[in-house]
């Protein structure tokens, strides 16, 4: 998985709660991306970072926030779950110089 | 706007058969194209591009992708399925829009291999 990890890798939450996701990666990648996996929808983009500090909104980018202080690491907060944030979290990286993206393994949250 | 459509949910197809799994595209200006494959309960795995250059394009695990300009497609070929690639197949395009990588994905299509 492209030297990606991400954490938690399951998670069930109660509604209202604030949940905090990681990605962490080791090759000092600038571009790092969270997408969100639903059926019938693909993958959608949540936030991306371009930069230490350096970060703007995808196309699903309500109830998120994200954070990256330090290079290796990306984090995506639900401020308070919802059920409809119920879904597979992933983390992507794209290496200087391609085009292409890589997927680390997911996260997949249950909020109830 | 970028946008890249799958039509099918799911293909089947019997093992040793050549498969197709089918995308279409609309962007503005030149597309960057793109195949993703994910086994169950896993990350996606990049499989091939379409940047420019040959219309056939060569990628992993004995996949190929055909680019086709006047259709707006770039459908995923193999010339003899394998059970073991029974999985969800994304194609991607890249938002032109930015400077960002920003990828655009379509809602997937599961391929079937029955042995």
């Known amino acids: 998985d492209a030297g990606i990890t991400q954490s938690p890798r399951h998670k069930v939450t109660e509604t209202g709660t604030p949940v905090t996701l990681r990605c962490h990666q080791t090759?000092?990648?600038?571009?790092m991306y969270w997408y969100r996996q639903d059926p019938g929808h693909g993958l959608r983009l949540i936030h991306y970072?371009?930069?230490?500090?350096?970060?703007d909104k995808g196309e699903v980018s309500d109830g998120y926030s994200v954070s990256r202080s330090k290079t290796e690491d990306f984090l995506l907060t639900l401020e308070s779950a919802t059920s409809s944030q119920t879904s597979v979290y992933f983390c992507?990286?794209?290496?200087?110089?391609?085009?292409?993206?890589?997927f680390g393994p997911g996260t997949r949250l249950t909020v109830t | 706007a970028q946008s890249v459509a799958q039509p099918e949910d799911q293909v089947n197809v019997a093992e040793g058969n050549p498969l197709t799994v089918k995308c279409t595209y609309s962007?503005?200006?030149?597309?960057?194209l793109f195949w993703y494959v994910q086994y169950p309960n896993r990350g996606l795995q990049f499989l091939l591009k379409?940047?420019?250059?040959?219309?056939l394009v060569k990628g992993s695990y004995g996949f190929e992708a055909e680019f086709n300009k006047s259709q707006t497609s770039f459908h995923l070929k193999k010339p003899s399925a394998l059970v073991s690639d029974s999985a969800l197949y994304f194609c991607?395009?890249?938002?032109?829009?930015?400077?960002?990588?920003?990828?655009?994905f379509g809602q997937g299509t599961t391929l079937q291999v029955k042995p």
């Open positions: 090759e000092n990648h600038r571009y």
């Open positions: 379409y940047i420019t250059g040959d219309n």
């Open positions: 970072s371009y930069g230490v500090k350096d970060t």
């Open positions: 991607a395009v890249l938002d032109g829009s930015s400077n960002t990588g920003k990828l655009i």
């Open positions: 992507a990286i794209k290496p200087a110089g391609e085009f292409e993206q890589y």
């Open positions: 962007v503005s200006g030149n597309p960057y």
